[in-house]
């Protein structure tokens, strides 16, 4: 199945494009259209070569409390042997373009866009890109919370395309999330998933809950519901929810909308910071 994922159009625009733009940010949610992703707001990261980034989430005051999440575009030749200076954390890899090979241990697997990685803390890892052209892939970081009776899960690499969809119920399928973790697996302290409309499909009500959301659109557009303000998005924006902020959408155009999706989940909530 060939399916589209929006990447960072990159550059610069015109001098001739007008200041006014789509990008908002509140206490209680952001909204970073793909246009704010060009040149000039990369970063280069310690320990990788031939890589640039772009940081859509971190911790900090009145913004992300439990992730970091970044757009790595590596150049042909490059990566990193040594990727993460926390050992505490966890990744979630999703490939948006390009063939980067992932080394996980000792085992060596080849991705293309769609794959999806799941390395655990403390875990051996690089990633390099050895194609012709650029590989670019999503990078969410969390620190994985121990709880008791609980150890990290294993470490795996699966693809879009290898999970099935499962429809929500009473939907006729028009609204879909593709699981790439079981989600009674309470080891799993963070869920990266995909969540699929078709068009017309819905969101119909103002979901609120604990837990806190980085959503990249990889294909379609849609009216979004942030707290009391629809707006429009498309794919290649970012949003950020915080925990509690009220959310909805509705699909729009004649493609299905799709968006990765973050959350943290399966821990107690904290009494003390």
């Not at 999806?116 to 970081?141: E, K, L």
Request: charged share 15%; aromatic share 10%.
């Amino acid at each position: 199945m060939t399916r589209t994922y929006a990447t960072p159009p990159g550059g610069l625009p015109p001098q001739s494009d007008r200041a006014r733009d789509r990008a908002v940010f509140t206490p209680s949610y952001a909204v970073i259209p793909a246009r704010c992703m060009s040149d000039i707001v990369t970063s280069l990261l310690p320990g990788w070569h031939g890589t640039r980034a772009w940081v859509l989430a971190r911790p900090m005051t009145g913004f992300a409390e439990t992730f970091a999440q970044l757009i790595v575009e590596l150049a042909p030749g490059g990566g990193s042997d040594a990727p993460e200076p926390d050992p505490g954390a966890q990744a979630g890899i999703f490939v948006v373009q390009g063939t980067p090979t992932l080394r996980i241990g000792r085992v060596t697997h080849p991705l293309t866009a769609g794959s999806y990685a799941w390395i655990a803390p403390g875990t051996d890892w690089s990633i390099t890109n050895p194609g012709p052209g650029p590989a670019t892939f999503h990078w969410i970081r969390k620190v994985w919370e121990p709880a008791p009776g609980l150890t990290p899960p294993d470490s795996f690499v699966t693809h879009d395309d290898a999970v099935a969809p499962v429809a929500m119920p009473d939907t006729g399928g028009t609204w879909a999330t593709t699981r790439f973790v079981d989600p009674a697996d309470i080891r799993h302290d963070m869920h990266v998933n995909i969540v699929t409309f078709q068009p017309g499909g819905a969101i119909p009500f103002a979901e609120t809950h604990v837990m806190e959301h980085g959503l990249y659109m990889l294909q379609g557009r849609a009216l979004y519901l942030l707290n009391t303000d629809w707006v429009e998005v498309e794919a290649g924006d970012f949003l950020w929810l915080r925990a509690f902020c009220p959310q909805a959408c509705r699909a729009s155009g004649t493609e299905p909308f799709r968006y990765l999706l973050y959350k943290d989940v399966n821990r107690h909530p904290r009494l003390r910071l």
